[in-house]
């Protein structure tokens, strides 16, 4: 045994680099063992790759000499993937109507021939509570060839529950959800199957043993009727609602033709063939277009003001004469799209301040768009470039973009700055949205490991102190600025993002504004589907953290502005 161990020594000692090249194929070959292992198990295996870059140096090392090791234990992130899948299905369905057009004929009624007791969910993401209702539908026969529900899907062969499917598919805005096999998840706007008998729904849920999660070939399926401001989507055409018919309707919407046997279907194929990105169903003619001040979408009617059925389509509704149905499209407004480096250099440096977390991407996002300038960086982060904000780049004094993006703190580094907006996001939602970032990426989330182990309590401990200390700081030391909450911001967005455009200088376009509203979520919106079932926040945690808010609260009064809205309060 020693003679051919003796001539393999020799021979490597003689070619060396063949040696090393074996050794790299061994440590690439477990690599990718590693990685597949994370791939296929039933659960998510661990967090995704962490996204240490694009703060530079972490901000809370030179304010809080406490959060060393929470910095420390950040970098420390571990390769993973997330096994639950979710995917479109390759069929589409049709189109439907929105809620109310079938609840006129539901109410009092069972939904698909069997009853069920209605009850009330809450699903928590990021501390933000869903509310709606469900009414359990019946058992349904699924084929793989036709799907009964035929929108979003995904599997969760460990942990799926009856809750976490409501709960996607309501995110989603669908109308009906779909359980099978025990942990598989379908969510739909009909129900396009054959009912049978309860017996045939007789598969426990993964991760909820005293639940039915329907069987082979068959949906336990759940109606959902919500109560949020998600998107309502139809196939590939989003629901914006019911609206008053423009005072010109050839100026507002330029696109027009009369359609025989019109459904939602057609109008949204015709005016995505047109390359319009609002689908507007009056009766039976169709109008095209894009949102403008003669049609914003801003002033939605009730939707019942819209209830006619159309001709083909018994549960559609195609508007009438006065009130239009309107859908958004999946043709892209490209009037906002455009953005360049400011002309000439500018003088004055403008900050876009906020703790990490608070929505300082999207806020690039959308100054980006409504301005067509790019934003810069205190720092770099090759992800972010990557994802077009090409200002990432340059220098934060060059001079070149609108603003600067910062998440600094403390009197020398404020004042380097002429005037800045600072965002300021509810403190619950920001340190979780920051702990998911530095644990799974820009729209990755932290495995149940990290939520559950010391880092946690650890990170709240030393961030949340932050979260008012960087406010406390701007207030006092900002030359001029403009304060922007996260939550005014998501909730009336045209409004809120126009001053920021007139703080910043430019001249604003209102087109151009109503274009951002259709392009809003940008390329950095956690898509909410890996949600926490409870509430991570112990009540020695709030109880800091609300004092924190109170004193924030108090900052921002004494600087005459309106204090923080009424949601950072009631916990």
Not at 356 to 375: C, D, K, M, Q, V
Not at 445 to 450: G, V
């Amino acid at each position: 045994m020693a003679r051919p161990l003796l001539k393999i020594q020799r021979y490597f000692r003689r070619k060396p680099v063949r040696f090393f090249s074996l050794i790299l194929l061994y440590l690439t070959a477990g690599s990718l063992v590693f990685l597949h292992s994370g791939f296929v198990g039933g659960n998510f295996s661990g967090s995704g790759s962490g996204a240490g870059g694009g703060r530079g140096r972490d901000p809370l090392v030179a304010t809080d000499p406490g959060a060393g090791k929470a910095a420390s234990t950040a970098r420390q992130e571990v390769a993973g993937a997330m096994s639950r899948v979710f995917r479109e299905p390759r069929r589409h369905g049709r189109r439907y109507g929105p809620a109310w057009m079938k609840r006129a004929r539901q109410d009092g009624q069972k939904v698909g021939g069997r009853g069920g007791g209605r009850n009330i969910l809450w699903g928590q993401a990021n501390s933000f509570y869903l509310f709606f209702f469900t009414k359990y539908v019946g058992c349904y026969v699924d084929d793989i060839q036709k799907r009964a529900l035929r929108g979003v899907s995904f599997f969760d062969y460990k942990k799926m529950t009856v809750f976490r499917c409501q709960d996607n598919c309501a995110e989603r805005g669908y109308l009906y959800a779909g359980l099978e096999f025990g942990a598989e998840c379908y969510c739909g706007h009909k129900v396009q199957g054959a009912n049978v008998t309860e017996s045939e729904c007789n598969m426990e849920c993964k991760g909820e043993r005293s639940s039915a999660c329907g069987g082979a070939n068959r949906l336990s399926i759940y109606r959902l009727e919500l109560s949020h401001e998600s998107a309502r989507r139809y196939g590939s055409a989003i629901f914006k609602g019911c609206f008053l018919k423009p005072d010109n309707v050839s100026l507002a919407l330029p696109v027009t033709a009369v359609l025989q046997n019109m459904s939602i279907d057609k109008c949204v194929d015709m005016c995505t063939e047109k390359e319009q990105s609002l689908a507007v169903l009056a009766g039976d003619r169709c109008h095209c277009g894009f949102p403008t001040s003669h049609f914003s979408l801003h002033e939605p009617e009730e939707e019942n003001m819209c209830l006619h059925r159309c001709h083909v389509e018994e549960l559609e509704s195609c508007g009438n004469d006065q009130y239009f149905v309107v859908y958004q499209t999946q043709v892209q407004d490209n009037r906002c799209m455009d953005r360049r480096f400011l002309p000439s250099r500018s003088k004055l440096l403008q900050a876009l301040a906020s703790f990490p977390g608070a929505g300082n991407t999207w806020a690039r996002h959308l100054i980006e768009l409504a301005t067509g300038f790019y934003s810069g960086s205190y720092y770099f982060d090759g992800s972010l470039y990557n994802k077009g904000f090409k200002g990432e780049r340059d220098h934060w004094r060059s001079g070149r973009t609108i603003c600067i993006k910062t998440h600094e703190s403390g009197k020398k580094e404020i004042e380097a700055f002429d005037s800045g907006i600072l965002m300021i996001r509810n403190p619950y939602k920001a340190l979780m949205a920051e702990f998911n970032r530095k644990y799974g990426g820009h729209i990755g989330f932290a495995s149940q490991a990290h939520w559950k182990g010391k880092e946690w309590p650890e990170f709240v401990k030393n961030y949340a102190p932050w979260w008012a200390s960087h406010t406390l700081d701007w207030l006092r030391y900002g030359r001029h600025v403009h304060v922007v909450h996260f939550e005014d911001l998501k909730r009336d967005l045209f409004s809120q993002l126009k001053a920021m455009v007139l703080f910043l200088g430019p001249v604003v376009s209102e087109d151009r504004l109503l274009c951002v509203e259709g392009q809003k979520d940008g390329n950095f919106k956690r898509s909410g589907l890996r949600k926490l079932e409870y509430d991570p926040y112990t009540p020695e945690m709030c109880a800091d953290i609300n004092k924190l808010i109170r004193t924030v609260d108090v900052a921002l009064r004494a600087k005459n502005m309106s204090g923080v809205p009424m949601e950072y309060m009631p916990r």
